[in-house]
């Protein structure tokens, strides 16, 4: 939501010189979402709201108990129930916190057109600094994980900020605090990687043999990591990317298109500059050759 | 006494002036989305939020300018055996050597390519650009193909901007075709020089 001068910043959307890097890099932190021991209550929703100070309309009910059904500007973060099957005749309800998954390699930031509206900080929370969002939606494009969304109140993109604000003075983020269970985590990334291992053993113990920790690698791994039981099966948690990436689409547009084609305008201009210079102009027939016989 | 033959009536330079205007906004202001080392150009629109506000209807604007434009001149434009000639001695031309030259019409070969291409890259940029065209009708399309779009409708405005380069530096070049749109007319020996078919038709050869 706003830029904070206690947290670094390592990556700044559209622009192209390195950050400020005087001071010593700090530990990346890391939320631990433990599916396994949620139980749906949705108090990380309230705190959410609490904390960021967000009240989303009055919605619909879809058939489920997500509430509201989708992220919203004023909501950044839904428990996801899915009713799965993994196995015959076997029903889990898996219930997954969605929400900005603070990739290492974030989507949005490398679309970002506007210098400086989404920045990622050196303990690597990702977050839109909302007064540079212009509004046009390539945060949208570029995220693997369908998160920002355009406020339709004044046009600028919001998401989990992982309560940047509260991390900065060394809180851990609103929804951690609340979480009843433990199932929502938050320390070094080191730490939860740690805490994730211990969930695993535990829960391969109760049978979940391709329980893991999702920390997808193909984004540079994420700091909001989930404990999963089918871990080989991340699409059971309401559509969970397997191998989330940046398209390769937004990564040409984004990437090498742009070099290539400030070249090409920039050799168009020029070669047209040298070409008057080696060839010269095609003069047009002077007054006095009108008369000239043909 | 120079004598000049009429090449653009009155509504068809304001159309044009009016298109390379609403060009120049257009894709500068596209260009501050597309590259950080050019996002001052959106101060032509008044800054980030509002470039990304009127880009899209310059961009319209445009358009419907170029429809009218189109609808002028598509038929001098067609393609013709003479301009596959033409493109074919373009090497020595571009070098200083007009002699083998093919004659032509009202168009020679290369402005015909720089009309379509404008024409096709127009279309392209029109209908991509609703695609991700924020607030009214990006949440309408589904993700793929919004980014399908971002990345043809760069690639459009790329290809757009270089033929308006050639388009530019042509005029520059052949001296004497500016006041074609500046002022309607051209003089005869322009036009003998460079249009000699064209130059018939307008003055019954004489």
């Known amino acids: 939501m706003s830029s904070l001068q206690s947290l670094d910043i390592a990556a700044r959307s559209a622009t192209t010189t390195p950050p400020p890097q005087a001071r010593r890099s700090v530990i990346e932190v890391a939320k631990l979402i433990d599916v396994s021991s949620c139980i749906g209550c949705k108090a990380c929703q309230v705190a959410c709201m609490q904390w960021n100070d967000l009240r989303d309309d009055v919605g619909t009910v879809g058939g489920s108990y997500d509430n509201p059904r989708d992220l919203t500007p004023q909501s950044w973060t839904v428990m996801r129930f899915s009713e799965v099957e993994p196995e015959k005749d076997k029903l889990e309800w898996l219930i997954r916190k969605d929400g900005c998954m603070h990739c290492e390699d974030p989507g949005c930031l490398k679309a970002c057109p506007a210098p400086g509206a989404i920045v990622k900080y050196t303990n690597g929370i990702v977050d839109f600094i909302s007064e540079h969002c212009i509004g046009c939606g390539y945060c949208v494009e570029g995220c693997p994980f369908d998160v920002p969304r355009i406020s339709q109140k004044d046009n600028k993109a919001y998401k989990c900020s992982l309560c940047s604000d509260r991390v900065g003075v060394g809180l851990e983020p609103a929804c951690v605090k609340a979480c009843p269970t433990g199932a929502i985590r938050f320390g070094s990334k080191e730490d939860m ?97 009108e008369g000239a016989p043909r | 006494m120079t004598r000049y033959i009429k090449r653009y009536e009155d509504g068809e330079r304001i159309n044009h002036w009016l298109i390379a205007l609403l060009f120049l906004l257009a894709a500068l202001s596209g260009l501050a989305f597309f590259h950080p080392s050019l996002y001052f150009f959106s101060a032509v629109l008044g800054g980030g939020p509002w470039a990304r506000i009127l880009h899209p209807f310059v961009g319209v604007l445009m358009f419907v300018a170029f429809v009218l434009l189109f609808a002028k001149f598509w038929r001098a434009n067609r393609m013709t055996a003479l301009d596959r000639e033409w493109t074919r001695q373009a090497g020595p031309m571009l070098r200083g050597d007009k002699s083998q030259m093919p004659p032509v019409g009202k168009y020679n070969a290369g402005q015909k390519i720089v009309f379509w291409i404008s024409a096709i890259c127009l279309l392209v940029l029109l209908l991509t650009g609703f695609v991700f065209w924020r607030p009214y009708f990006a949440p309408a399309f589904p993700i793929l193909l919004v980014r399908v779009a971002v990345l043809l409708h760069s690639v459009a405005a790329l290809v757009l901007i270089l033929a308006i380069i050639v388009h530019v530096y042509a005029a520059i070049w052949v001296r004497g075709t500016f006041r074609a749109m500046t002022r309607g007319t051209v003089s005869e020996g322009w036009a003998r020089q460079n249009h000699p078919l064209w130059h018939q038709d307008m003055t019954g050869g004489r």
Not at chain 1, 256 to 281: D, E, R
């Open chain 1, 193 to 289: 990687l740690d805490f994730g291992a211990e969930r695993i053993v535990d829960l391969k113990e109760r049978g979940y043999a391709n329980a893991g920790v999702y920390d997808p690698p193909g984004v540079g791994g994420t700091h909001v990591m989930y404990v999963l039981q089918h871990a080989d099966r991340p699409e059971l948690y309401h559509g969970l990317p397997a191998d989330p990436k940046i398209s390769p689409l937004v990564a040409l547009w984004k990437g090498i298109a742009k070099p290539l084609a400030l070249v090409a305008m920039a050799g168009a201009v020029l070669t047209g500059f040298f070409h008057y210079i080696k060839v010269g102009p095609i003069e047009a027939k002077e007054d006095a050759d």
